[in-house]
């Protein structure tokens, strides 16, 4: 299983980026996707995910409102659409899934990161 992320940059405060991780899962639509990041010295911090059954989203504190999470299942993609950026932002972002019930414990896969860095 790969997971392959995609779409980080370097921009400035106010601006989007939409992240993509595409999946190497025959199953992929009967795992929940998520996104995390991990900011230099600090601990990884969930972002956002979805739910492979009900497609509810789910949102880390920091993000919401923000930030929208979306997939294709037709083309093993998951999305993470990123607007009005801040510094804090600024982090490497994980994709990552889990098969059976969303909890923010135990993903069973984890992908190499997309750098987003977010000038001020």
């Known amino acids: 299983v790969q997971l392959q992320a995609s779409g980080g940059g370097l921009v400035q405060a106010g601006e989007s980026l939409r992240l993509s991780c595409a999946a190497s899962?025959?199953?992929?639509?009967?795992?929940?996707m998520a996104w995390w990041r991990q900011a230099p010295g600090m601990n990884r911090e969930f972002v956002a995910a979805?739910?492979?059954?009900?497609?509810?989203?789910y949102y880390g504190d920091a993000v919401k409102g923000r930030f929208a999470i979306s997939r294709d299942n037709t083309k093993n993609t998951v999305f993470l659409q990123m607007n009005s950026l801040k510094p804090d932002d600024t982090a490497v972002y994980y994709c990552?899934?889990?098969?059976?019930?969303?909890?923010?414990?135990?993903?069973?896969?984890w992908g190499k990161g997309t750098q987003v860095t977010v000038s001020s």
């Open positions: 990552a899934a889990k098969s059976g019930s969303w909890t923010r414990n135990n993903m069973d896969y």
């Open positions: 979805i739910n492979w059954r009900t497609g509810l989203e």
């Open positions: 899962i025959d199953t992929f639509s009967s795992y929940n």
